[in-house]
């Protein structure tokens, strides 16, 4: 990016990309259709020095022509943003192990940097959560695993009527500590059970703040999809949190992060005079 606009006002300053904390993946556009390449391309030049990562949800990739995957992949690399998948490998598994083994494949060949380990609508066992985990690492690409206190966590389940089942703090903690002792890098944080859908007041702050007392920050990835939500991390946990939010709240996303705007508090509750 060339010389930023009013660059007097002071704000804070990203470090440059690759980012070993404060990490930002965006959801390639899912709730609405998108002229895919021309948008992507046009917000990676606009804001691609705002974010790290882009992930391709829910399978989205499946729908797409393989060259049109190839070319958005290739355009995050020219700007220095890695790419992820969802949480699709539990869809593949449905076939079994050699269909996940192809799908590993070839997320190795169109040039993923990320592989998501997901488990929200199918139950896998640790063990084979794991195997999944090494068998990423062994391609060469980095696996990101999945933690949820939410059992059969996304898609819209409120909406279609799903019974929320929620796993005792315990399963949700003994689930981190597998995957950090297996060696991942960073752990996706489901925000179904903790944030998504529910008032402030019903929000599972103490999973939260649990899992930063206990293990820091840096090897999280929370889902922050909602304004609220990452307003609260930013304020609660800082803004060297790692984030996944949606690609259409970048820009506000960043406007806090940043100290380009925000609530009374940036402020500071003074009386600030022109004269």
């Known amino acids: 990016m060339g010389k930023r606009a009013f660059d007097f006002v002071e704000i804070y300053d990203l470090p440059k990309k690759p980012r070993k904390k404060g990490i930002t993946e965006i959801r390639v556009p899912y709730y609405a259709a ?25 399978g989205t990739m499946r729908l797409m022509d393989r060259g049109k995957v ?19 490998v539990e869809r593949v598994l449905v076939q079994g192990k050699k269909a996940v083994d192809r799908y590993f494949e070839g997320c190795r060949e169109l040039g993923y940097d990320v592989v998501e380990i997901s488990s929200g609508f199918v139950r896998v ?18 696996p990101k695993p999945e933690i949820s206190m939410m059992i059969g966590a996304g898609a819209g389940t409120h909406i279609v009527g799903y019974k929320t089942r929620m796993k005792t703090m315990g399963e949700f903690f003994d689930e981190a500590k597998a995957y950090l002792k ?29 899992l930063v007392k206990e293990f820091g920050y840096n090897r999280w990835m929370f889902e922050a999809a909602d304004p609220e ?10 803004r060297d949190a790692n984030l996944f939010i949606d690609h259409t709240q970048v820009v506000e996303f960043n ?9 009374p508090d940036i402020w500071g509750n003074k009386v600030y005079r022109y004269r």
Not at 131 to 136: C, D, N, T, Y
Not at 186 to 205: Q, Y
Not at 231 to 238: A, D, E, S
């Open 34 to 58: 998108t002229p895919t390449i021309t948008y992507i391309s046009d917000l990676l030049d606009a804001w691609g020095d705002y974010f790290d990562g882009m992930k391709f949800a829910c």
């Open 70 to 88: 190839k070319k958005i992949i290739d355009l995050c690399h020219d700007h220095d943003v890695y790419v992820s998948t969802g949480g699709f």
């Open 229 to 238: 939500v990452f307003k609260w991390y930013y304020k609660n946990v800082g």
């Open 255 to 263: 406007a806090w992060r940043l100290g380009l705007w925000g609530d």
């Open 125 to 142: 066992s640790m063990e084979d959560r794991l195997a999944m985990v090494e068998k990423v690492r062994d391609l060469g690409m980095k």
């Open 182 to 210: 297996s060696g991942a890098e960073i752990i996706m944080v489901e925000s179904e059970g903790l944030t998504e859908d529910l008032p402030p007041n019903k929000w599972r702050l103490d999973v939260i703040r649990k």
